[in-house]
């Protein structure tokens, strides 16, 4: 190796860095082939960001630093303009840092765009959203962390439709994989092309008291699997509900009528690290008898608050958002306590409070009944609650921490359909 270097030039030498092709690994290094999607998956840290950042160097760069390269008009689509600004343009393995001085493209903050010194153009996009990409058009795209991506299917389709410049578009998708319509079908098409490889693979510049932390806490659960070896996880066994059957259940609007409902699952503590606490809202329409009503999820909009007073704030705004009747909260750890915050709060809310009695999976079941019977649907897509959704089986909750989203979900439906269903059967019943 020292007689190696000795034997650059000084110009060599500088430019060594930059040669990606010496320091790439094989996962990071474009396959070969006629092909127009090429997805990274990856654990965290297995260096997917450098490997879709150097790819946009190889589109972009020519011979010389003003010479053009294969790529003039690029894409580049993040979960939101500041994620996209802060990893794929600014981060220590964006485009910035991994460009030589000589290349180094100029930041146009006014335009979020980069301008490279041979004229080249890389615009930022938001996948929040997908109507800024109806009109432009590019001859390359990288897309970053597609499979956690709230609009994902409508960004991915507006960008698909717009690029149509040059000989052979392409892109670069970099993402930890999440089992997720839109990434399933992008894998299964002729076209993409995948590598992959787990957070290991990059270890030489990670730190190695982070590699031996998570693979003890995480190296034998299904979110380890995921999120360090990169692996496309499929549905859990005994699973309640089961993804193919939430993406064929979305709707794109409320319907007429329905009454809206806001639940809350608290966490048992107010602090930065307390599990999330649960809100979410669902419309209710409760037209003739009880086999006939139907539901549609709305929102989810759990948060991890450092404060009781911070998801009671949360929870207020959804309520007023959507209009809601009524906002019921489960009070089993908090007691009269949550009562107490969501009035100080808010005064205005029809509040109610409800009580478990039985197991999680217990009440759950009948929820998922419904799912079965086609009478809940959703409206776009609502990831992290589907994906709580899915680790829940019958032999329990799969997932990390508790199944907070799920609860809330549980306890709205509960509220809306199966209380009131017992009650038209039964009226001396009041509620579940």
Not at 152 to 170: I, N, S, V
Request: aromatic share 6%; proline share 6%.
């Amino acid at each position: 190796m020292d007689a190696f270097l000795e034997s650059l030039s000084d110009q060599a030498l500088a430019a060594l860095p930059y040669i990606f092709d010496v320091w790439a690994l094989p996962h990071q290094l474009p396959p070969e082939g006629d092909w127009r999607t090429w997805v990274i998956l990856g654990g965290r840290g297995a260096g997917k960001t450098r490997a879709g950042a150097e790819w946009v160097r190889m589109m972009v760069e020519g011979g010389t630093a003003e010479a053009p390269g294969r790529a003039r008009r690029l894409a580049l689509v993040g979960e939101t303009y500041d994620q996209a600004l802060a990893v794929m343009v600014k981060g220590e393995s964006g485009i910035l840092a991994c460009s030589p001085p000589d290349r180094r493209p100029h930041w146009v903050a006014g335009e979020r765009m980069l301008v490279w010194p041979n004229g080249a153009e890389a615009r930022l996009y938001s996948a929040h959203d997908p109507e800024a990409l109806r009109g432009p058009q590019f001859d390359a795209a990288w897309v970053d962390e597609l499979a956690k991506w709230k609009r994902a299917q409508d960004t991915w389709d507006m960008l698909q439709f717009g690029l149509r410049l040059g000989r052979h578009p392409q892109q670069v998708v970099t993402t930890t994989p999440r089992n997720v319509a839109v990434l399933k079908d992008l894998l299964t098409r002729e076209n993409t092309v995948m590598t992959s490889a787990p957070t290991e693979a990059n270890r030489a510049y990670l730190a190695p008291s982070f590699l031996d932390d998570v693979r003890e806490r995480y190296g034998n659960t299904r979110l380890g699997r995921q999120e360090l070896d990169g692996e496309l996880l499929e549905d859990v066994d005994g699973a309640l509900w089961r993804r193919a059957d939430l993406d064929a259940a979305r709707v794109e609007a409320v319907p007429d009528g329905a009454r809206v409902i806001v639940a809350v699952d608290p966490p048992v503590t107010g602090h930065d690290g307390s599990d999330a606490c649960g809100i979410v809202v669902v419309g209710v329409v409760r037209d003739g008898p009880p086999e006939k009503w139907h539901a549609v999820v709305i929102e989810d909009c759990s948060v991890r608050a450092a404060t009781p007073q911070g998801w009671a704030e949360v929870a207020s705004a959804a309520y007023h958002r959507h209009g809601a009747g009524r906002m019921v909260a489960e009070v089993n750890q908090g007691g009269d306590l949550v009562e107490t915050i969501m009035r100080q709060t808010d005064p205005l809310v029809n509040y109610r409070a409800v009580r478990a009695s039985r197991g999680k999976v217990a009440r759950a079941e009948p929820v998922a009944a419904l799912y079965e019977q086609g009478r809940v649907r959703h409206l776009g897509a609502l990831p992290e609650l589907e994906d709580e959704m899915c680790k829940m089986a019958l032999t329990g909750f799969e997932g990390r921490g508790s199944p907070d989203r799920v609860d809330a979900l549980v306890w709205a439906l509960t509220d809306g359909m199966l209380g009131p269903a017992r009650a038209y059967r039964n009226p001396a019943v009041r509620t579940l």
